[in-house]
Nanobody, 116 residues
Framework: VQLQASGGGLVQAGGSLRLSCAASGSFFALYKMGWYRQAPGRQRELVASITSNSNTQYADSVKGRFTISRDNAKRTVYLQMTSLKSEDTAVYYC???????????WGPGTQVTVSS
């Protein structure tokens, strides 16, 4: 499975960005997809995830501001980020967790920088 994230960039505090992650593989609809982020000097953390049934989970720090969604026909997962804060600055990684413990894959990451 190959993952390619896009949509990162520089935005002012209070602004919005939408990240996209396109996946290869014929069984995308079965993957649990997630967005993680890693800021300098910090551990990678889960931002949001979405299951094959579109159940979602969010980190407390982004609840109400970020929305994860998926388009199975396009094999793409999205992260809509609004009301961005400087503390959202990080490299954002897309993650695919395959069913039946058959594997976990990471994309190369996309930089999000929020200026205050």
């Amino acid at each position: 499975v190959q993952l390619q994230a896009s949509g990162g960039g520089l935005v002012q505090a209070g602004g919005s960005l939408r990240l996209s992650c396109a996946a290869s593989g014929s069984f995308f609809a079965l993957y649990k997809m997630g967005w993680y982020r890693q800021a300098p000097g910090r551990q990678r953390e889960l931002v949001a995830s979405i299951t094959s049934n579109s159940n979602t989970q969010y980190a407390d720090s982004v609840k109400g501001r970020f929305t994860i969604s998926r388009d199975n026909a396009k094999r793409t997962v999205y992260l809509q980020m609004t009301s961005l804060k400087s503390e959202d600055t990080a490299v954002y990684y897309c993650n695919a967790d395959l069913p039946w413990n058959t594997g976990e894959y990471w994309g190369p990451g996309t930089q999000v920088t929020v200026s205050s």
